[in-house]
């Protein structure tokens, strides 16, 4: 299906969602967020599709809400639309491995959709921040909860209250992103790491992605318990029956995502 705000391509069981509103810096329009909530759905139903990876150019990856749209916004308006989540959290709902790799900037919404991505991967050139502050709001999209839940209250307050970005050496040190790459590089590694994760069994992939989020939203005991239930489940796979005895063979195992 064509889109007029994104570029969808497959590279096997991996699919690349490019966001794409050059001109706007890849500005979340309301068009590109319904587009890309329609892309997900899809993915989410596509079999043969185990990854995704989320990206934009290289001069920024989103520079957040499209501000153009939101400035005539009424709290009616927003509330009676409430796009963030219609749209917008379909990138947190979707249920398979979807990575960022973010080169550029990735403002307001875009560090938002960036982190309600599983991790990120960041080129050298990237910044991240919520400059929200500037335009006489706040983040709206979940910044002052997941960027606070990654990084921590110093440097989430400062970046919210101050409206400061983050070059991509201080994000990783702070947590916010999984590892940092040449420009160049960014889409080769993201790629490659992609395809690892597609490569594994699916329901196995979105099993651990499912319990790894439930430890933002519970005790550390009943998210012990959740884990240890999904992990005792999956003796009921033939994948772990796989992966297993490809092991004690010294093979390499064929899932069947089953
Ligand atoms: N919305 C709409 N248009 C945007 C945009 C945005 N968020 N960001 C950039 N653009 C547009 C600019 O208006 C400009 O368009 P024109 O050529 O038609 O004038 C074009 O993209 C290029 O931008 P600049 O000329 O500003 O490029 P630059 O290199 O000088 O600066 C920038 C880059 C620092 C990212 C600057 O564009 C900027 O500060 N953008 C806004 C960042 C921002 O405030 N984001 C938060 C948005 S609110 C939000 O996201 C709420 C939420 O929590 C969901």
């Known amino acids: 299906m064509a889109y007029n705000t994104l570029e969808v ?4 069981k991996v699919c690349i969602i490019k966001l794409a509103r050059p001109k706007a810096l890849n500005a979340l329009s309301n068009e590109l967020t319904m587009e890309l909530a329609s892309a997900l759905e899809k993915l989410d139903k596509d079999d043969n599709v185990h990854c995704v990876i ?3 150019s290289e001069k ?3 520079a957040g809400a499209d501000i153009k749209e939101l400035q005539d916004g009424t709290f009616l308006s ?5 796009v963030f989540a219609l749209y917008w959290e379909s990138v947190a709902r979707f249920r398979k491995p979807i990575l960022a790799a973010v080169a550029g900037y990735a403002l307001g919404g875009g560090c938002e959709i960036a982190m309600m991505c599983d991790f990120i991967i960041a080129a ?3 910044k991240f921040g919520q400059p929200e502050i500037n335009l006489g709001v706040m983040p709206g ?3 002052t909860q997941r960027l606070t839940k990654a990084v921590g209250k110093a440097k989430a307050m400062d970046m919210c209250l101050s409206g400061r970005m983050m070059n991509a050496e201080e994000a990783e040190r702070a947590g916010l992103v999984s590892q940092i790459v040449p ?3 960014l889409m080769e590694t993201a790629l490659t790491t992609a395809k690892k994760i597609a490569h594994q ?7 651990t992605k499912e319990a790894v989020n439930t430890s933002f939203e519970t005790s550390l005991s009943q998210g012990i318990r959740f884990e240890r239930r999904l992990f005792q489940a999956m003796f009921s796979t033939e994948d772990q029956k796989e992966g297993m005895a490809a092991f004690a063979e010294k093979r390499t195992p064929h899932f069947k995502n089953k």
């Open 201 to 207: 069994s699916l329901p196995i992939t979105m099993m």
């Open 124 to 126: 050298d050139n990237a």
């Open 141 to 143: 999209a979940g910044g």
């Open 9 to 12: 391509t497959k590279d096997g």
């Open 183 to 185: 420009l160049d590089e």
């Open 54 to 56: 989320l990206t934009g």
């Open 60 to 62: 920024a990856f989103a």
């Open 78 to 82: 927003m509330y009676d639309h409430d």
